[in-house]
């Protein structure tokens, strides 16, 4: 069979699908960032946006469709306690960012269909005949005709006629999961959306200072404890992995993008449920220097996901936090791959 498409070009590519292969042991969370005013001049900024763009004043805005404001303001980019170094979360950066709007919901297969019905859209692992499914919800019967596995993470089956219709290959279909992220589309596939819904996709830093929701320096969208009060707010994995998937969050693979609790700006699933395509280039080292709306480098081989997905576990994939970050070439495609899109104002069809 044809070489993955991840795989192409490099082995590293391969490896690095999904931020699976690469993962370190995590260490407990938690600390300052050691930059007193920066913090407080983030905390007061941050306080009141969230004053301002609570998710319930989001819901009663009328006519505003699926999109939220997410207000103009600074906040501190990745962190000076990394949990994975190597994927260049650090240091700690101020990054103002201007007013934008931002998808309140990763885009479902609904949306995604409303899309190729209109425009004959066909994605690129259509295109290509074969997209990564996860080993584990795979039939019998699809297994049995795959020979090849990415070598250092054999839970990644390239599966041909495995594609946003058919999620875990040609026998399955998505009729039970309209309201599910879509997956299995590539970088340039998530373009085409964006742009097609008259938005963009969300910068690296316009993904991250919204996935924060106005909070400072804490690890998830909601605070730094993965469950409060033993709830779960987010769909990722629970149980040993890549063997044993509980499902004690409610879901073993995706969940309705409408799933677990939105953050203070009013958006869902941005950690986990379905990792997430951002505009930027990957690279893993940063200036410690404040910026302005920046948009990653100039050029690269892959481009920057977030947010992790229904795979993830502290013990291998500690990836649903908002300062974490994995990549992926544009034209890969995998069965935990999303999106959501991001507009500097609102589309036409949303005011
Ligand atoms: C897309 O087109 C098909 C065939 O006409 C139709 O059954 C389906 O409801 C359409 N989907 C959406 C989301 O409009
Ligand atoms: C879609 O998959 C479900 C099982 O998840 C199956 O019951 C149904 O028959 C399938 N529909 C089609 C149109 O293949
Ligand atoms: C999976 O993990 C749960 C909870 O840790 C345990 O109760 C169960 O026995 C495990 N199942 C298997 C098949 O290992
Ligand atoms: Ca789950
Ligand atoms: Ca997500």
Redesign the pocket.
Known sequence: MAAPRAARGSVAAALLLLGLALCVAASEAGGACGCSADRAATATAAAAAVRRYSPEANAQRPGRGQMVPIPAGVFMMGTDEPEIRQDGEWPARRVRVNLFYMDQYEVSN??F??F??STGYVTEAEKFGDSFVFEGMLSEQVKAEIQQAVAAAPWWMPVKGANWRHPEGPDSNISNR?DHPVLHVSWNDAVAYCTWAGKRLPTEAEWEYSCRGGLENRLFPWGNKLQPKGQHYANIWQGEFPTNNTGEDGYKGSAPVTAFPPNHYGLYNIVGNAWEWTSDWWAVHHSPQETHNPKGPSSGTDRVKKGGSYMCHKSYCYRYRCAARSQNTPDSSASNLGFRCAADNLPDNLQ
């Open positions: 609904a949306e269909e409303k190729v019905n309209m």
